[in-house]
């Protein structure tokens, strides 16, 4: 009865992920400004998905957080999609299929090297932090390859390393709590 029970809530994780994903997508359009650099607020919340990511990783299997990543996506498109319609915006493909892309490329390399480190290692505080800022700057091409399909703008790498910077931090807290989490339970 206990195993049921454990099988049935790698689906709240995958729901907090979606949201958190759905959420993202809309506070893309609040920004902030950092050194004459707009940033958005969503720069916050995407260190939090590779970390659900890997929770559910480490608290169940390989295989549930290969789902988790395909399931956020495609609902995250679909939210996506929905929402261009109904707002009548003029959110054009290639800004959906370059976060799609970004997102499902980066979350994949994630997992690849968090499970490496987990089977492979001691999972060192330090690699896990250098596997979440990898991802992101992973995350950061593929979404400027497809949807900016340029990088020359004055401010552009300015705010990409500042974006990076404050995500490290992030990255610091959430690998202090991921090395608390113990793997299985």
């Known amino acids: 009865m206990k195993k049921n029970k454990k099988e049935n809530d790698v689906w ?3 729901l907090l992920l979606t949201t958190l994903l759905i959420l993202t997508e809309s506070l893309k359009t609040y920004t902030f400004r ?18 659900l990511i890997d929770l559910i990783a480490k608290k169940y ?3 549930r957080a290969i789902a988790a990543i395909a399931v956020s996506a495609v ?5 996506s999609f929905i929402m261009a319609y109904f707002i009548e915006s003029n ?12 997102y ?3 979350s994949f390399v994630n997992l690849t090297i968090y499970m490496f480190l987990l089977n492979n290692t ?9 596997n979440y800022i990898f991802s992101l700057v992973v995350y950061y091409m593929f979404y400027t390859l497809i ?16 974006t990076l910077s404050i995500q490290v931090f992030i990255c610091i807290g959430l690998s202090i709590v991921d090395r608390k989490i113990k793997r299985g339970q």
Request: hydrophobic share 55%; charged share 10%.
């Open 34 to 51: 950092v050194m004459e650099v707009d940033l958005t607020f969503s720069l916050f919340l995407l260190p939090i998905a590779y970390f």
């Open 147 to 162: 949807y900016l399909n340029m990088i020359i703008f004055d401010t552009y790498w300015m705010g990409y390393f500042i």
């Open 122 to 130: 001691e999972t060192p505080q330090i690699l896990v932090i250098f």
């Open 12 to 14: 709240i994780y995958v």
């Open 104 to 106: 499902v490329v980066s």
């Open 61 to 63: 299997d390989y295989k």
């Open 75 to 79: 609902i995250f498109t679909s939210f």
């Open 91 to 102: 959110y054009i493909l290639r800004s959906i299929s370059g976060e799609f892309c970004a």
